[in-house]
């Protein structure tokens, strides 16, 4: 029977209990393997009130975190609150975060005074905290304070996505690149750089680099809907559907992707389940225009026209300037005979400076080319 590394290191700590660097070694031993029912034992063993080390009671706490024992890792940080100092700061905001308390963890941050001593990596935690809870510039504005003395991987990596998100690509891409180099495997960089190649249609580079997050971790929502995004360009459509699915699964409050995967099942003529899709962008949010068109279009292909008509009406008092408004605009004008009006609303349409991501874009203008020209009896394949 094979014995492990951590194992070994178990059984030589038990015989020698006051040796604090074999403990020391162990705790990661099994925090490198992911060993928690080693854990589980090795916890109860450990005569804490009689270690001074900070180092193993931050240890110990993380392993705590990291197992779901988050109860006893709470009563840990109580306990040797002295001992763990600053580290108090950094686990009771990894608490609040691991529980999805975005709130939490930055209140717990904020509650100490500037001068405080924190933890470099509480800022980073922080700063995502920002970020989860969609306060891009708040993330920003911390990372910006803390790259200037604190260069690593996490950092910068985060720090890519913030101005991925503001719309500064070239920004993105520079630190994106930066966190590489300290860093390989950097999965925010490495979401960053996918972003950036895919938005300057360099196709085979974004698929390069959604490849290897998929490999880091294949349960990330955003990059399951980029993997969506390639797939729509090579007319992968049940591909794309299936990666639209897994981004609403792990990303499930996320209008966008919604309306991503709406529109692919539009285009292979799914409408019940485009219909589907559009009404949970709208239990998201009631109010975004977009979704209301994507209905409208739904019943323009259920040939009720008087109902899209009353759709497509309210998303413009919403968003005049809603691309999908006008692209049902387009399909009703069509409907009614009206060829020479949905043309000429398809070259405004071609002609915007849309929000739409452009991949989606140009597949959504096909789509309405090929519904108006097969009317006239002019529709070609290409």
């Not at 705590?64 to 763990?84: D, E, F, M, N, P």
């Not at 209008?255 to 003529?269: K, M, P, V």
């Not at 994507?294 to 040939?303: F, H, K, Q, V």
Request: net charge negative; hydrophobic share 40%.
């Amino acid at each position: 029977m094979n014995i492990s590394r951590t194992e070994k290191l178990m059984s030589f700590w038990l015989n020698d209990k006051k040796n604090e660097l074999l403990l020391q070694e162990l705790l990661t031993s099994i925090s490198q393997h992911k060993e928690f029912e080693i854990y589980a034992k090795a916890y109860s063993e450990i005569p804490f009130d009689q270690i001074k080390s900070q180092a193993v009671h931050a240890s110990a706490v993380e392993l705590l975190i990291q197992s779901g024992q988050t109860a006893s890792a709470k009563q840990h940080l109580v306990t040797y609150q002295l001992i763990l100092s600053q580290w108090c700061i950094y686990f009771n905001a990894l608490i609040q975060f691991k529980e999805s308390n975005f709130d939490g963890c930055i209140e717990t941050f904020s509650n100490f005074p500037a001068d405080s001593k924190i933890l470099a990596m509480t800022y980073t935690l922080c700063a995502r905290a920002h970020y989860m809870s969609g306060e891009i510039e708040l993330a920003k504005l911390v990372l910006d304070k803390y790259i200037t003395n604190h260069v690593n991987a996490e950092a910068l990596g985060l720090y890519a996505m913030c101005w991925l998100d503001l719309g500064n690509y070239e920004h993105a891409e520079e630190f994106a690149n930066n966190a590489i180099q300290e860093f390989e495997y950097q999965l925010d960089a490495l979401l960053a750089l996918a972003s950036c190649a895919l938005a300057k249609h360099e196709i085979a580079l974004a698929e390069k680099y959604v490849g290897k997050c998929l490999q880091i971790n294949p349960y990330v929502g955003r990059v399951w809907s980029l993997a969506g995004q390639i797939d729509l360009y090579h007319a992968q459509y049940n591909n794309a559907v299936i990666a639209f699915e897994k981004a609403v699964t792990f990303m499930p409050n996320h209008i966008g992707t919604y309306h991503l995967l709406a529109w692919t099942y539009l285009i292979i003529d799914e409408l019940e389940k485009a219909e589907l899709q559009f009404q949970s962008a709208l239990e998201l949010n009631p109010s975004f225009a977009d979704s209301h068109a994507g209905l409208a279009i739904i019943e323009l292909n259920r040939e009720k026209l008087d109902e899209a008509n009353k759709l497509i009406k309210k998303s413009l008092r919403l968003d005049p300037n809603s691309f999908t408004a006008h692209y049902a605009q387009s399909l009703l004008s069509a409907k009614n005979g009206n060829e020479a009006s949905a043309k000429q609303m398809i070259e405004r349409i071609l002609n915007s400076k849309s929000h739409v991501n452009e991949l989606t874009h140009q597949q959504l203008i096909e789509k309405s080319m090929k519904i108006i020209s097969e009317r006239s009896g002019k529709y070609n394949e290409h």
